[in-house]
């Protein structure tokens, strides 16, 4: 269990009034306020105690020596330790008691910036047991008793639903409000509001890449022990070159470096040439010289009379004169994500000679593109055949190459819920839609969708509340069952309580937030029914005000009541008052009828998160800051759903005894070290394949590469050569017309 234990402070608000000044509030500029916002962040995180598996034990603690917070025991502790210095540590042990439903561990959620802070705020929903099905925990009210869970009585709660068995366990969901300090003036503007995040996954995690292998996108650096370099016998001889000065800056820097292949080198070594020349008549001695072809060095031995006695290359040449090195890195560059103009210029900084840029495109589009494209058929040919007599959930999700309403590319993605693999990509381009970027996660949903149930029986689509998508599934796949990712659905009601809450009189709502969010995972996670979901939702405005019966329930005859059993005196929030403003707009959240009316989209229980994870990885692949020709984009995506398809199933290290093997990372969000744990490494199996291929089509094919460019018939640039409205002018036309300011 990982539990993060903070500082626990509170300031009312009329400690605010007090403190704030006549006249205008002051207004800072937004580098200013962000500039602050990070310092009190950084300030706040050093405050954060990690207690880890010791957390029972320290409650336990805190209970049997009568004391209400957290400080206090910790004061406590200070205080014995220096009066008995020769104890180092002081342990309760934890009282055996009957299995029972875990409570699950939230934080409290304040904004600092109304002067309000609250224990392991920040922190979120932490790692818990979860063997349990459970629900929200909320405050403790006066009635002496162990606490539980917030869950209002229904038949929901005591069955297993077969839906909602989804692959997001939700106490690994982190609620946060990203806070200033109480003495930061933004606090008085009246536009500000705090950052709201919901993160799947605890804090400690938040900076940890971990993509399906762990190592998925960037292999992060081990920590060596230096060894001093000692001389060995290798590293001299004849023909080894020595550079001791920096005289020798040109053999190490400025020299010509070329591929050179090991069966190249030792037919070299092998090969014995004397220095006259072979030719009848000629009596010129023979002398060596060099050329360079690509990637590739020539060494030849000619005389003065042009007369060649031997050649010998540093790589084996292919069918019409191909350098096999320049087949190799070209295809090295595509499938290891890099770009090829950014390889180059390293290349030219140490004189490493590289395939030209046109030689790299022309072996790009010819070979490399096209055995991408067939590996990807295959494999997908081989996971769709593994569902073909099941009923699957699809999970479905686009990503935009950029933000806004500017971008040229859409990558729709769909995933099968239990194997958490990519059974369907459809990359467009934006001119496929009239040149409407909002229309195109619409079309690959379509095309996606249509795609995988032509082969297999689909029960099920989850995907983010997209209206174009939702419209659409209504009028043409009715039969299919249409979820909404619940992770969405979170955010956005915390994000509508954080705002009620900036509002002065509302602002117990801030200390409200993250249990009325948990409540929400719990009540989509029990309820099967809208009826089961509304009397255990809307019971939450009588719990609230410390009212946990009532006389009638919302969705079944008889009277409600909350399920909690009795809650202990041991209070860090206040209750909100019955038709107080906060009360008021409370209601008005959770009554919302447009929110009521698409409950029904979450009583599955489902989140796309796995699809967010595979979203992230593209960028390793296609960066959204180079610009790629429509085959070489798909081509790009198509090499990151390889890889995450490849590398989800991948078992984690272990060590040598069995026992799981743990890495260590500092959190810059949460400002401490915590532990990891890393798949094994990848071997990426399917590059190798889509090398064969690469080799395989250079060998059969008769043309070459220099024939004409021809177009696929879903390529793009069929319907318009550029993403412009119009055609361009002559470059000498708008070289005219362009004016400069200075």
Known sequence: MTVAAHAHLHVNSRTMDAKRKRGRPKSLTDSARKKRKTEATKHYAKTRV?????????????????????????????????????????????????????????????????????????????????????????????????????????????????????????????????????????LLDEEYVPDYDVTLGSDEDADIEDVAGGDMVFESEETEVHVEDKPEEHYFGPGITQVLTTEGFGAVFRDEKVLAFEEQLLMLAKTKIDDKCLVKGCSESVAISTKYVGTALYIIWSCSNSHTKHRWCSQPVLNKG???????????????????????????????????????????????????????????????????????????????????????????????????????????????????????????????????????????????????????????YPEIKHSHDIWHAAKNLGKKIVAAGQEKSCKELLNW?????????????????????????????????????????????GPGACSHGELTDDRDKDWIEKGSPAHSALTKIVLDKRFLNNVHYYLNFRSTANLEIFNNHILMYASKRIAYSP????????????????????????????????????????????????????????????????????LEMEEGMHRPAELSARDPRRLSRTIAPKSPPPTAEIALQKKSRF
Not at 101 to 126: H, K, P
């Open 631 to 698: 085959p070489v984009y798909r081509a790009r995506n198509i090499l990151a759903a390889l890889d995450y398809n490849y590398s989800v199933d991948l078992p984690l290290l272990t060590k040598d005894d069995g026992s799981p093997m743990y890495f260590r990372t500092f959190s810059k969000k949460s400002g401490r070290w915590t532990v990891f744990q890393r798949k094994v490494k990848k071997t990426y199996n399917h590059v190798n394949d889509i090398f064969f291929k690469i080799l395989k089509m250079r």
């Open 322 to 476: 191909l350098h096999s090195g320049d087949l190799v890195m070209s295809a090295a560059v595509l499938c290891s994500g890099n770009n090829f103009s950014k390889v180059k210029l390293m290349a030219n900084m140490i004189n490493l000679h590289l395939p030209s840029p046109s030689s790299f495109t022309r072996i790009q589009r010819t070979y490399l593109v096209p055995a991408i494209e067939e590996k990807w058929e295959e494999h997908l040919e081989n996971v769709r055949s593994e569902l073909a007599d099941r009923e699957i959930v699809l999970l479905g999700d686009g990503r935009m190459d950029s933000p806004g309403h500017c971008a040229q590319y859409c990558t729709y993605t769909m995933m099968e819920k239990d194997s958490t693999k990519i059974v369907a990509l459809e990359t467009l381009d934006k001119r496929e839609t009239g040149r409407k970027s909002t229309n195109l996660e619409k079309l690959g949903f379509q095309r996606s969708l249509d795609d995988v149930k032509s082969i297999v029986n689909v029960q099920e689509v989850v995907t983010d509340a997209h209206l174009q998508i939702g419209a659409l599934m209504k009028r043409q």
């Open 513 to 557: 937030n993250t249990e009325i969010v948990n409540h929400f995972w719990h009540c989509c996670k029990v309820a099967t029914t809208y009826e089961e979901f509304l009397d255990i939702w809307v019971g939450m405005l009588h719990h609230v005000q410390n009212e946990h019966e009532w006389a009638l329930s919302y969705g079944r005859m």
């Open 50 to 186: 990690h207690l880890g598996e010791y957390l029972d034990e320290w409650n336990d603690l805190r209970e049997s020596l009568g004391l209400n917070s957290n400080p206090e025991l910790a004061g406590f502790l200070l205080s014995y330790h220096r009066q008995h210095p020769s104890h180092m540590r002081t342990s309760t042990p934890a009282k055996p008691t009957l299995p029972r439903v875990s409570e699950l561990t939230v934080s409290d959620i304040s904004s600092r910036g109304n002067g309000s802070t609250t224990e392991t705020a920040e922190s979120g929903v932490e790692e818990l047991d979860k063997s349990v099905d459970i629900g929200l925990s909320l405050p403790k009210c006066s009635q002496p008793s162990t606490s539980q869970p917030m869950e209002f009585t229904s038949r929901a709660a005591e069955k297993k639903k077969t839906l909602s068995s989804s692959f997001v366990d939700p106490f690994s969901l982190s609620i946060s409000i990203k806070k200033t300090s109480e003495e930061d003036e933004d």
